[in-house]
Antibody, heavy 116, light 107 residues
């Protein structure tokens, strides 16, 4: 059974940093691209980042480029999202997801609140 | 960036009815389109990928169609468990983009 479990969320002040982790199981992690997607409270979905199978290629939308960094450890079946210079508009539930042409499995999500 | 325009924003239908949700891309996305269902308080779940392929375990009353810039999700024989929000998403090009969502309720 595919499982994705995110951790690391919480309340953080504007301008500070936070690192999210997503531990995967139930599939060959190193064979799949991985993604982070977020959803602000009561809002729609926004893609946040992508990483290829060996971590050599990463992608971001302009809204987080230069502030967020995605990485992965294939030995630990884990994908990370380092979030720096956080802003109030980064407040959201953050999901990790597995690639399938679309995202075929999602984690349960972790809440990040940016507030003073 | 490819904009995804989804309609309607909300929809109310009776049990057993057939409903259709539309998504229009701002340029050709060559069937690089997925549909998701999100129930309140839950993570999104993949329904359809490649515009018309049913994801494993998804009931056959869900179907996707379309090409070019116009795509649709059809739900036949609406059931109470279909109450949810539905989102389209293009993965043809970066940045990956989602439609704004359709909230489906039972009348």
């Amino acid at each position: 059974e595919v499982q994705l479990v995110e951790t690391g969320g919480g309340l953080v002040q504007p301008g500070r940093s936070l690192k999210l982790s997503c531990v995967a199981s139930g599939f060959t992690f190193s064979s799949y691209w991985m993604y982070w997607i977020r959803q602000a409270p009561g809002k729609g979905l926004e893609w946040v980042s992508s990483i290829n199978t060996d971590g050599g290629s990463t992608y971001y939308p302009d809204s987080v480029k230069g502030r967020f960094t995605i990485s992965r450890d294939n030995a630990e079946n884990t994908v990370y999202l380092q979030m720096n210079s956080l802003r109030s508009e980064d407040t959201a539930t953050y999901y990790c997801a597995k690639d399938a042409g679309g995202f075929d499995y999602w984690g349960q999500g972790v809440m990040v609140t940016v507030s003073s | 960036d490819i904009q995804m325009t989804q309609s309607p924003a909300s929809l109310s239908a009776s049990l057993g009815e057939t409903v259709t949700i539309e998504c229009r891309a701002s340029e050709d996305i060559y069937n690089g389109l997925a549909w998701y269902q999100q129930k309140p308080g839950k993570s999104p779940q993949l329904l359809i990928y490649n515009a018309n392929s049913l994801h494993t375990g998804v009931p056959s009353r869900f179907s996707g169609s379309g090409s070019g810039t116009q795509y649709s999700l059809k739900i036949n024989s609406l059931q109470s468990e279909d109450v949810a929000s539905y989102f389209c998403q293009q993965y043809y090009n970066y940045p990956l983009t989602f439609g704004s969502g359709t909230k489906l309720e039972i009348k």
